[in-house]
């Protein structure tokens, strides 16, 4: 509890997942796919109050793909509107081979997510071999690539922890609990609660709500002390019915609901002081 007292001065990081793997154009026209959409993309997001973009991207016919030829072209697109942080997903799409998960760390963004345990996703399973976890791990420490650990479960906030006791990684550790998967742990109030009690060490946390749940996880998550990531990627409506109409309209409503919690926004300097980059 100490260190979630703490945390709430804290300034409120937003991240924006705004293109995501599984997502499609047809699911919401809003999606930004081609590498012009996506620095579009980013640069509005930052403009709205994120701090930092979560990166998937896609293949000239729109398909997910772990190409690094991609990545830095979208990345240096980015780069020339914005100052905003890049993470890159090493989780990619269901059924990527871990070769071509690992392969954009060459471009040593400041940030890379790190999918700490296997789940089932929909009706397929999204794999990730401890082995594999581990090799993940040890290349962002070689390359100083800040992992995100993605936990949709309890058991893998374990494994996290007992991988920093190992020294695979580092603290101050990063954790993103993502709530609301079809097979994951659930969006409840309740869940959220328990995952952050469980934090033992130096850490910051991110909490990402899936579909209904991305508003109310961000809501509880402001008044919890951790940081918020919402976007296309995790849901692809404003409200029940309703598609939202860019990733940015839904980072602007977390800065409007942070700052009517008197929680400030933190810019992209403050972001890389509290996740202690460089
Ligand atoms: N596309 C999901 C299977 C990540 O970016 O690290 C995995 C995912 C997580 O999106
Ligand atoms: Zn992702």
Redesign the pocket.
């Known amino acids: 509890m100490r260190q979630m007292r703490q945390n709430i001065m804290e300034k409120l990081i937003i991240t924006c997942a705004i293109t995501?793997?599984?997502t499609t154009k047809e699911q919401n026209p809003a999606l930004p796919i081609t590498p012009d959409e996506q620095a579009e993309e980013a640069y509005e997001c930052w403009k709205a109050g994120a701090s930092i973009i979560?990166l998937?991207v896609r293949d000239a016919a729109g398909k997910p793909s772990q190409s690094v030829e991609r990545f830095k072209e979208v990345i240096e697109k980015i780069q020339k509107k914005c100052p905003v942080i890049i993470q890159i997903?090493?989780?990619?799409?269901?059924g990527e081979t871990i070769t071509a998960r690992m392969s954009p760390l060459a471009l040593k963004p400041e940030m890379a997510?790190l999918?700490i345990g296997s789940i089932n996703?929909g009706s397929d399973v999204?794999y990730n071999h401890p082995q594999d976890v581990e090799a993940l791990a040890a290349k962002m420490k070689a390359l100083e690539i800040k992992p995100e650990i993605?936990v949709y479960d309890f058991g893998m906030l374990e494994f996290g922890i007992k991988l920093i006791k190992k020294g695979v990684l580092s603290t101050p550790a990063h954790f993103q609990f993502v709530l609301g998967t079809t097979h994951g742990i659930s969006g409840e109030p309740k869940n959220l609660c328990a995952l952050a009690e469980a934090l033992t060490t130096d850490y910051t946390w991110t909490a990402a709500g899936i579909g209904r749940y991305q508003l109310p996880v961000a809501a509880q998550t402001i008044l919890m002390g951790g940081h918020v990531r919402v976007g296309l990627?995790d849901n692809i409506y404003w409200s029940k019915g309703v598609l939202a109409e860019s990733n940015a309209q839904l980072v602007e409503r977390i800065k409007n609901l942070s700052n009517l919690l008197q929680r400030p926004i933190a810019t992209v300097e403050e972001a890389k002081n509290i996740l202690c980059l460089k």
């Open positions: 995501g793997a599984e979560h998937h997903s090493t989780g990619g799409a269901i997510s999918n996703f999204f993605e990627e």
